[in-house]
């Protein structure tokens, strides 16, 4: 495969990794305005936080699912078949949410659709175009490249939070009404499928090795990814008391906040978390990667837990834009370390298997979250999550701090 060098990816890198990072831009934009538009919209036809919680809980749990299919059969199918078949059905669950307003039939597209209310990445994308950027670059350049595709999803991402408040501007102007203009920003989520399907057409790893020669399910590598599955099931749960469609709603509840006030303040946390994925190969060539995991999470997690204590709206942004520039160091260096333990091709389904109980296990804490938001606005999902979260760093460095990947050893 020829490679290539840009102001953007480590040297030497593959061109395909170019093509990814940019269908990775264009999913977080909708996704970052996805995540804040989703509660609005909800409340908007008259649901309460206890439903928007159900319809949280459901999106993860159909990410999960699918994510698991993924990882189990991903062996028999090209990646590019896989990636194309994800883009329409995120083309079908735009279109869904954008025309259907009753609560059950929202609730099936909830489910076998691709929606993301967390505002980062869990649906069954990642872990498909994390094995195809392993192959893209050297184990030594891993990290870094990992870091960038953290960093264009938190950077667009946040870009997408400020287009939240274009309905509210349509509406203002007399465009549109409200409803439909949300509906016209779920359709717009739908349509950006066809950008990405048409990047990935042109991905020649996708199309003509599908990952080294054909993935195969996992093998020797079997025990160390399901250990490390079960940990990660445990953040992803406490995570899922802190998604960002919730986090929204607490700010909605608690402080009374627009969605366009919100919109900005989810824009500087994704700016600031996307500056701090630079930091983290730096970071994890000096201390390594499960430090740098637990080293910079740790504390993130103890900001979160006093964030509901914050008397004023001002004091609680600042612990949330704190906690964003310390919580998603551990990314890239997380998705480096699964790719780096495990052999060339048993990553699809190392990379499946060990985001299926993050999306499963964060599917069903968000209506918990919500179903204490309907007892009371204080932040007690955020007490939850970080409390949990800290338990996860710690026995994280437990049990892995002397399992090194190859460029460690």
Known sequence: MSKTTTWLLPPGTSPDAALILTARGIRAFTDGYVALLLPYYLTLLGYSALQVGIIATATLLGSGLLTLLVGVFAYRFRLHTLLSTACLLMLGTGIGFATVTDFLPLLLIAVIGTLNPSGGDVSVFSPLEQSLLTHAVTGERRTSLFAYYSLVGDLVGAFGALAAAIPGVLAQWNVLDLNTAVQVMFVLYGVSSLAAFALYRRLDSARERGDEARAVPLGPSKGIVYRLAALFSLDAFAG????????ALWLFLQFDLSVEAAGTIFFWTGILAAASFLAAPVIARR?????????????????????PFMPTLPLAVLLLFLRALLSSMDKPARSSYVMAVVSPAERPAAAGITAVPRSLAAAVSPAFAGYLLTLSPFGWPLVICGVLKIAYDLTLLGMFRKVKPPEEK
């Open 287 to 307: 201390i390594g990667l499960i430090n740098t995991m637990v080293f910079t999470h740790l504390p993130a997690n103890i900001i979160c837990v006093l964030i």
């Open 240 to 247: 899922g008391f802190a998604v960002q469609s919730l986090l």
